[in-house]
């Protein structure tokens, strides 16, 4: 599995030479979830991406394990009962900007652009349509995103007796700087 989602980064990586290719290696994926018990809330800065200016081609790889959590016995349930690490030690998302067209890599400014692609998250993919905000500096771009995810749609199963403690519905906040 990890062998595959490494191929697809690669082989993005290696697109025409001609390309703007960019590559961030320390993004930032959180998560937080909000029950009548507890707030979860977990953070990664350990995801790989590459946004290819000229076409619009996006990924990104993020290690399951790299989550941090407040608490460390939440940490070790979310890995072992829940995402299941150790066979599925990643999620990734391959897609592209769908509107590429109207983002102009050179001129600084704010654009807001849609991500298309497909998302895998504890070995299923499903197909998702994410709005985003690319800001675009003299030698920086940074991608932002906030969206909902629901973990049954994924098949992370959370047992009836956790339903209070933990939500189906996670907000996902993505941040990636990529130098230009």
């Known amino acids: 599995?990890?062998?595959?989602?490494?191929?697809?980064?690669?082989?993005?990586?290696?697109?025409?030479?001609?390309?703007?290719?960019?590559?961030a290696r320390d993004g930032m994926v959180r998560f937080f979830s909000e029950t009548p018990i507890e707030n979860i809330e977990a953070v990664n800065n350990q995801v790989s991406s590459v946004l290819v200016a000229?076409?619009?081609?996006?990924?990104?790889l993020v290690p399951i394990k790299a989550f941090v959590f407040e608490k460390a016995l939440m940490q070790e349930h979310f890995n072992e009962n829940y995402m299941e690490s150790g066979q599925y030690p990643n999620?990734?998302?391959?897609g592209n900007i769908a509107n590429i067209?109207?983002?102009?890599?050179?001129?600084?400014?704010?654009?807001?652009a849609t991500f298309t692609g497909t998302m895998e998250i504890h070995g299923v993919q499903q197909t998702i349509s994410q709005p985003v905000t690319l800001l675009i500096g003299e030698n920086l771009v940074t991608v932002k995103a906030k969206f909902m995810v629901k973990a049954s749609?994924?098949?992370?199963?959370?047992?009836?007796?956790?339903?209070?403690?933990?939500?189906?519905?996670?907000?996902v906040t993505v941040?990636?700087?990529y130098k230009k």
């Open 101 to 112: 067209e109207e983002i102009d890599f050179t001129q600084e400014g704010e654009y807001e």
């Open 1 to 23: 599995m990890k062998s595959k989602i490494m191929v697809a980064v690669l082989a993005l990586c290696s697109l025409q030479l001609s390309a703007q290719k960019m590559k």
């Open 54 to 60: 000229e076409n619009g081609q996006f990924a990104f």
């Open 91 to 94: 999620a990734s998302f391959k």
């Open 153 to 171: 749609d994924y098949e992370v199963e959370i047992p009836a007796a956790k339903k209070d403690n933990i939500s189906n519905e996670l907000e």
């Open 175 to 177: 941040n990636v700087e």
